[in-house]
């Protein structure tokens, strides 16, 4: 997760205006409201029709959409408490720290796993039900959470044996520099981003280019299906600005130090809200299926508003 990972979104050198202060966060909240809403309302459709719980293709989209919403949920709760509190418990800390990172490092294996399923429905479609059963989609999905534990749970391990009790008793800013301090922790964080984000970029292209090759021979659907493609393309790139934002936050602010609380901000909102405000978006909303399922569950709340402010009238007659 990325606030809190990485870079501090609200430590400054100047304290910023308690009006200021306010109105970040205002638009912050109002924005995780707005994002999770829209996908509480992807969630719900999902699981009120079996045609989606039984594709592994809707699956492996709700899967990112609900992995979204805790890391949206954590980014924004790490966000608000360094405003409030400015510091918090290690022990606290930590375990808010381990639930990002598992989400964060899931996103884009996630989108891995949805490249690999889209090839294999249109390169070998007679396969396809057969080899992406929902048994097997579940079992990938825990496949990426065990992928997305294994960098962070030796980091775990390496503080629990090299530092002091008072330390977990201790408060501090919550960011992944300041928990897992250690050099070799450090680096080791580099390398393993540089692994996954490099694997997951290969599987990406690998996938396109034979999709790209069957779309000559198969037409719209391999086309469509190479569009998704492209569209898991930008969302990576959108994870990627994750692990270069603290960097891109360091230039500027070195080259504008007086718009630094600025800078942070909008950082902020690039790295943690954009992401998630996107894929819903993209994915669902694209879904020339899923869009019409949802659209017939929005009027079906629509109506039954309607005919329930229609009876209030009448109910309290009798009353």
């Given at each position: 997760?990325?606030?809190?990972?990485?870079?501090?979104?609200?430590?400054?050198?100047?304290?910023?205006?308690?009006?200021?202060?306010?109105?970040?966060?205002?638009?912050?909240?109002?924005?995780?409201?707005?994002?999770?809403?829209?996908?509480?309302?992807?969630?719900?459709?999902?699981?009120?029709?079996?045609?989606?719980?039984?594709?592994?293709?809707?699956?492996?989209?709700?899967?990112?959409v609900l992995n979204d919403m805790i890391q949206l949920t954590i980014a924004v709760l790490l966000n608000i408490i360094s405003y409030i509190f400015f510091t918090i418990n290690v022990s606290l800390c930590c375990f808010l720290l381990m639930i990002a990172i598992f989400?964060?490092?899931?996103?884009?294996?996630?989108?891995?796993?949805?490249?690999?399923?889209?090839?294999?429905?249109?390169?070998?479609?007679?396969?396809?039900?057969?080899?992406?059963?929902?048994?097997?989609?579940?079992?990938?999905?825990?496949?990426?959470?065990?992928?997305?534990?294994?960098?962070?749970?030796?980091?775990?391990?390496?503080?629990?044996?090299?530092?002091?009790?008072?330390?977990?008793?201790?408060?501090?800013?919550?960011?992944?520099?300041?928990?897992?301090?250690?050099?070799?922790?450090?680096?080791?964080?580099?390398?393993?981003?540089?692994?996954?984000?490099?694997?997951?970029?290969?599987?990406?292209?690998?996938?396109?280019?034979?999709?790209?090759?069957?779309?000559?021979?198969?037409?719209?659907?391999?086309?469509?299906?190479?569009?998704?493609?492209?569209?898991?393309?930008?969302?990576?790139?959108?994870?990627?600005?994750?692990?270069?934002?603290?960097?891109?936050?360091?230039?500027?602010?070195?080259?504008?130090?007086?718009?630094?609380?600025?800078?942070?901000?909008?950082?902020?909102?690039?790295?943690?809200?954009?992401?998630?405000?996107?894929?819903?978006?993209?994915?669902?909303?694209?879904?020339?299926?899923?869009?019409?399922?949802?659209?017939?569950?929005?009027?079906?709340?629509?109506?039954?508003?309607?005919?329930?402010?229609?009876?209030?009238?009448?109910?309290?007659?009798?009353?």
């Open positions: 997760m990325n606030v809190s990972i990485y870079s501090n979104v609200t430590q400054t050198t100047g304290r910023e205006s308690y009006t200021t202060a306010v109105a970040k966060n205002v638009i912050i909240v109002a924005l995780y409201f707005s994002i999770n809403y829209i996908n509480g309302t992807l969630v719900h459709t999902f699981f009120k029709h079996e045609i989606f719980t039984e594709n592994p293709r809707y699956i492996l989209f709700i899967h990112m989400t964060t490092l899931n996103t884009p294996l996630n989108l891995a796993g949805m490249a690999v399923e889209r090839y294999i429905a249109i390169c070998n479609p007679l396969r396809h039900t057969q080899i992406c059963t929902v048994r097997r989609t579940y079992f990938l999905i825990g496949l990426i959470w065990v992928f997305g534990a294994i960098p962070i749970l030796p980091d775990l391990f390496v503080l629990l044996a090299t530092e002091p009790l008072s330390f977990f008793h201790s408060k501090i800013y919550c960011s992944r520099d300041s928990v897992f301090r250690h050099r070799y922790l450090v680096e080791k964080k580099n390398v393993s981003h540089l692994v996954y984000l490099s694997l997951v970029w290969l599987t990406l292209f690998y996938t396109y280019f034979k999709i790209m090759f069957a779309a000559k021979a198969t037409g719209a659907d391999a086309r469509k299906a190479r569009n998704t493609i492209l569209l898991h393309g930008l969302q990576l790139v959108l994870c990627m600005f994750t692990y270069i934002g603290p960097q891109l936050e360091g230039l500027f602010i070195s080259l504008f130090p007086f718009l630094q609380n600025d800078f942070r901000f909008a950082t902020y909102l690039f790295v943690h809200i954009l992401p998630r405000f996107i894929s819903p978006i993209v994915y669902g909303l694209r879904d020339r299926m899923f869009c019409e399922y949802l659209k017939k569950h929005l009027l079906y709340l629509a109506h039954k508003e309607r005919d329930k402010r229609k009876t209030q009238p009448i109910q309290s007659i009798y009353q």
